[in-house]
C-alpha cells in the first residue's frame, strides 16, 4: 500500500512538472534522454524542394515516415510573431529556412529561441503564401495553423536550445535563399526623417499603421535601404525607434504583397544602435527660419499642364536612363508636379527635376520654401539638393544636399496633406540651381511625391 502512494505521488509530480510553462518555473526539461526517432530524418531544403513554384499546388506528405531537423529562431513573447515558428536548418551558417504555423499563442515557453525540435512531416501541407515557404494543416485550397489537438503529434522538443548565430548579411545581399534565416546586419540606421523633432516614429503605434508598421532602415556602407516590419499588436509597437546607428538581428521575410524583402525582430533587444550616424553632410548656412520680403522665385505649377510647359518654364526634367520622368498632376483644381516608379519596371528609376537659374548675388537672407506630400509610401527615395556651379549635366554637377522634410507617408493610400520644408541658403552666391531627385527601382522602392508651392525669397 505504501509503495502504491509512493508511485501515485511521483507520478503526479511528474506530470504536475511536464504541464508547467510559466511563473517561477523554467522550461520543462523532462526529456532527460536522447529522443529516437522512429523513422527517416530529412533537412528544411529537401523539405521545401517538394512545393513547385511553377505550379504553385499545395503538397501534403503522406507516408513518408520522415521527421524534419530545425531549430526555432523566432519568439512570439514580444509579440511580433503569432501562432507560427520560424525555422532554420542549423545553428549558424544556415541554408534553409521555413515557417510552422501552430495554434497556440504562446510557443516561446515551450519552443524557445534556439531550441532543436523534430517536426513529423506526414499530415502536414506545403505551400508558399505571400513569397514564404509555410508549413500547416491543408484545410481545403488553404493551409492553415497545426490545432492545439495535434501539436504534440507533429512536434517533439529535445533538450538541445542551441546558441543561434545569426547569419551576417549586408542589405544588398538579400536573396530568395535568405528567407525565414535568423540573420544580422551591421552598420544600418533609420531613416533620418523617421527621428525628426516635429515628429519621432515609434515602431508600428502611427495612426497610419494598420497591421504592420514599415520603417526604413539604411546601410552606412552601401546605402542600401530595407524596411523593418514590427506587428501592431507587438508589445514594443509604442516604443520611439533608436537614433543611433549600429546592428540589428532578426528574421528575414517578406512584405505582406511580396514586394520587397523585411527584417523582423524577437524583441527591441535585438537591436544594438551605439554609434554615431552617418548622414550626408547638408548644407549649413546661418540657419535662418525667417522668410525674405521679395519673392525671388515662385512656382506653384498653376500654369503647367504639360511637360512642353515645364520645360518652357526654364525646368529640367531628366530621366538619367531615359525612362519616366516628373509629370505634372491635378487633384480638386490643385496643380502640382508628381513622381512614382510604380508601374514602370525600372530599377533603377533616377530622375531629376533642375530649377531654372536663380541669382543671389545681392539678396541676403536668402531662403528656399517647398512643400511635399507622400503617399504609397514603401521608401524614401527623394532628396533635394543645389549647387552654384550647374554644369548642365546632373551627373557631372557637384551638388551640396539640403536638409528636406521629406514626409514619411500612407503605405496603402494617398497622402494626408503636405508638408512644408523651410531652408536657410543664404550663404550661397551667383546663379544657383536646386533640383529634387528621385532615386527609385520598382517595385519596392516606387513611393510616390508630390511637390508644389515653391519659394526662393530674401531680402
Request: glycine share 6%; proline share 4%.
Amino acid at each position: 500500500m505504501r509503495n502504491f502512494k509512493l508511485i501515485s505521488v511521483i507520478i503526479f509530480l511528474v506530470l504536475y512538472s511536464s504541464c508547467v510553462k510559466t511563473g517561477d518555473f523554467q522550461l520543462p526539461e523532462s526529456e532527460t534522454k536522447e529522443i529516437i526517432i522512429e523513422g527517416n530524418i530529412t533537412g528544411i531544403s529537401a523539405v521545401k524542394s517538394n512545393f513547385k513554384p511553377e505550379t504553385e499546388e499545395i503538397y501534403v506528405f503522406s507516408e513518408t515516415n520522415t521527421w524534419m531537423e530545425a531549430y526555432v529562431v523566432s519568439s512570439d513573447e514580444g509579440g511580433n510573431f503569432y501562432k507560427e515558428l520560424v525555422l532554420q536548418d542549423k545553428p549558424e551558417n544556415p541554408v534553409a529556412g521555413t515557417l510552422l504555423l501552430v495554434d497556440d499563442n504562446s510557443l516561446f515557453e515551450t519552443y524557445n529561441f534556439g531550441r532543436k525540435i523534430y517536426v513529423k512531416l506526414d499530415g502536414l501541407a506545403l505551400w508558399s503564401n505571400n513569397g514564404i515557404h509555410q508549413l500547416g494543416i491543408q484545410n481545403r485550397g488553404d493551409v492553415v495553423a497545426i490545432p492545439p489537438s495535434r501539436i504534440d503529434d507533429h512536434i517533439i522538443r529535445t533538450v538541445e536550445t542551441a546558441e543561434i548565430i545569426p547569419l551576417q548579411l549586408e542589405i544588398s545581399e538579400f536573396k530568395e535563399i535568405h528567407e525565414n534565416l535568423f540573420i544580422q546586419v551591421k552598420n544600418v540606421q533609420f531613416n533620418r526623417n523617421l527621428l525628426r523633432e516635429q515628429h519621432h516614429y515609434t515602431f508600428a503605434g502611427e495612426v497610419t499603421d494598420e497591421y504592420d508598421g514599415e520603417r526604413q532602415l539604411e546601410s552606412c556602407s552601401t546605402g542600401a535601404s530595407t524596411m523593418l516590419s514590427t506587428s501592431t499588436f507587438s508589445g514594443f509597437k509604442s516604443l520611439y525607434l533608436p537614433e543611433n546607428s549600429g546592428s540589428v538581428k532578426g528574421i528575414l521575410t517578406r512584405n505582406f504583397y511580396d514586394d520587397y524583402f523585411v527584417i523582423a525582430v524577437n524583441s527591441p533587444d535585438d537591436f544594438s544602435f551605439d554609434g554615431e550616424r552617418c548622414d550626408p553632410e547638408f548644407l549649413k548656412c546661418t540657419n535662418n527660419t525667417s522668410e525674405g520680403i521679395n519673392v525671388l522665385f515662385e512656382e506653384d505649377f498653376t500654369n503647367i499642364t504639360s511637360l512642353s510647359a515645364l520645360e518652357n518654364s526654364g525646368w529640367i526634367n531628366v530621366n538619367v536612363n531615359g525612362g519616366k520622368v516628373f509629370q505634372p498632376g491635378n487633384f480638386d483644381g490643385n496643380r502640382y508636379i508628381r513622381v512614382s516608379a510604380f508601374n514602370t519596371e525600372e530599377a533603377p528609376m533616377e530622375t531629376w527635376l533642375v530649377s531654372p537659374p536663380i541669382n543671389l548675388d545681392d539678396v541676403l537672407g536668402a531662403q528656399l520654401s517647398f512643400e511635399i506630400m507622400s503617399s504609397y509610401d514603401n521608401a524614401t527615395i527623394l532628396s533635394v539638393l543645389i549647387t552654384e556651379e550647374f554644369t548642365g549635366n546632373v551627373l557631372t554637377t557637384n551638388w551640396k544636399t539640403l536638409d528636406a522634410i521629406i514626409p514619411i507617408g500612407p503605405t496603402n493610400q494617398y497622402g494626408r496633406g503636405f508638408v512644408k520644408s523651410k531652408i536657410d541658403i543664404s550663404c550661397l552666391k551667383g546663379d544657383i540651381h536646386f533640383a529634387f531627385r528621385y532615386l527609385g527601382a520598382a517595385p519596392d522602392k516606387s513611393t510616390t511625391y508630390d511637390i508644389d508651392n515653391i519659394r526662393v525669397s530674401g531680402n
